[in-house]
C-alpha cells in the first residue's frame, strides 16, 4: 500500500471517527446502561490481561529500536537509547504491577516487593538489549516495526491518550451515581477531578498490535486477511470489555482507539521513509 492510500484511508478514519463521536453524544449513556454486566467473565479477563499484549509489542519494538540505532557517541544517541531504555523499564514494571495484581487480587504484593520489581525491570531490559544485540539480527520489516510500534505509543498513547485522561475528568460508568446525574458527556471536560475515563488506554493498548501488520505485507492474501482479521477482532474485543464491564463508556474506547490507529497509518510510510538513514 503506497502513501498515499495509507493518508487517504487515514483522512476516512478521521472522517468516521467524527460521525461515530456526533452519535455518541445523544447514545453514550444509553449503550452503556443496556451492556454493563459488572460479572462478565470475559469481560473482567480483558480488563486484568487486554493491555498486556500491546504492552509487550511496545517493549520489543524498543529493544529491537535500541539495537539497531547506528552506532554512534554523539549525544543524540545517546539521549535516545537512554531513553527508550527507561521507557522499556517502566512498561516492564508496569507489566509486572498488572500481573501481580490479577494473580492477587490486590496491590499489596507489588508495594511490598517493589524494590525487587524495579531492579528486575532493569535486569530485564538489560539483558534483552545484549541478546537482541548478539544474537539477532534484524530484518528491514523488524526495524520498521520497532520504529512504528514506539512512535504509535509515543505520539498517540502518551502525547495524546494520558494526557488527555488526566484533564477530562470523566467519572467510569461503574462509579455514576444511581440516577445517573453525575453523567458528563465526552466533549465536556471536567478538569482535575481524580477520574480517568475518557480515553481508554485498554483501548489503545488493544490496537497497539496493528503494527504487527508490517511483518505480514508479503504474506499469500487469504493469510494476510485472517491474522489482520485476528488482530483487529482482539482489539474490538478489548474495546467491547470496557464498556461490558463499566469501565468506560463507547466514546471512551473510541478515542483510545481510533488515535492508534489513524498514528499507525500516518506513520508507516513516514518510518519506512526515514528508516535507511537511522540505520545506515
Known amino acids: 500500500m503506497n502513501r498515499r492510500s495509507n493518508k487517504t484511508i487515514a483522512y476516512y478514519f478521521i472522517l468516521i471517527w467524527i460521525i461515530i463521536a456526533f452519535l455518541l453524544e445523544s447514545t453514550d449513556l ?11 467473565g470475559w469481560g473482567n479477563f480483558f480488563e486484568k490481561y487486554g493491555e498486556i499484549p500491546g504492552l509487550i509489542i511496545i517493549l520489543t519494538g524498543i529493544q529491537i529500536y535500541v539495537v539497531t540505532l547506528k552506532a554512534s557517541s554523539n549525544i543524540k544517541t545517546i539521549l535516545i537509547t537512554g531513553f527508550l531504555l527507561t521507557t522499556g523499564t517502566l512498561i ?8 501481580t495484581y490479577a ?9 511490598s516487593y517493589r524494590n ?31 520504529r512504528v510500534s514506539f512512535k504509535m505509543f509515543f505520539y498517540g498513547y502518551i502525547l495524546f491518550i494520558q494526557p488527555l485522561k488526566i484533564f477530562w475528568g470523566r467519572i ?10 453525575n453523567f458528563s458527556p465526552w466533549y465536556l471536560p471536567q478538569g482535575f477531578t481524580g477520574n480517568d475515563s475518557f480515553p481508554s488506554g485498554h483501548a489503545a493498548m488493544g490496537f497497539m498490535l496493528l503494527a504487527i501488520f508490517v511483518f505480514f505485507t508479503d504474506q499469500p492474501f487469504y493469510r494476510r486477511v485472517l491474522l489482520k482479521g485476528l488482530i483487529i477482532t482482539f482489539g474490538v474485543f478489548v474495546c467491547l470489555s470496557r ?3 463499566g469501565a468506560h463508556f463507547a466514546s471512551d474506547v473510541l478515542f483510545g482507539a481510533f488515535p492508534m490507529i489513524i498514528a499507525y497509518l500516518f506513520l508507516i510510510n513516514r518510518a519506512n521513509k526515514t528508516l535507511k538513514v537511522e540505520t545506515d
Open 30 to 40: 444509553w449503550i452503556s446502561i443496556n451492556l454493563y454486566n459488572a460479572n462478565s
Open 103 to 111: 494473580f492477587s487480587n490486590d496491590w499489596v504484593l507489588f508495594s
Open 116 to 146: 525487587y520489581f524495579f531492579l528486575a525491570a532493569v535486569l530485564f531490559n538489560l539483558f534483552l538489549s545484549w541478546l537482541f544485540r548478539k544474537k539477532y539480527k534484524f530484518s528491514k520489516k523488524a526495524i520498521l516495526f520497532s
Open 92 to 99: 516492564t514494571i508496569y507489566i509486572l504491577w498488572i500481573l
Open 243 to 245: 464498556v461490558v464491564i
Open 172 to 181: 467510569r460508568f461503574r462509579d455514576l451515581s444511581g440516577n445517573f446525574s
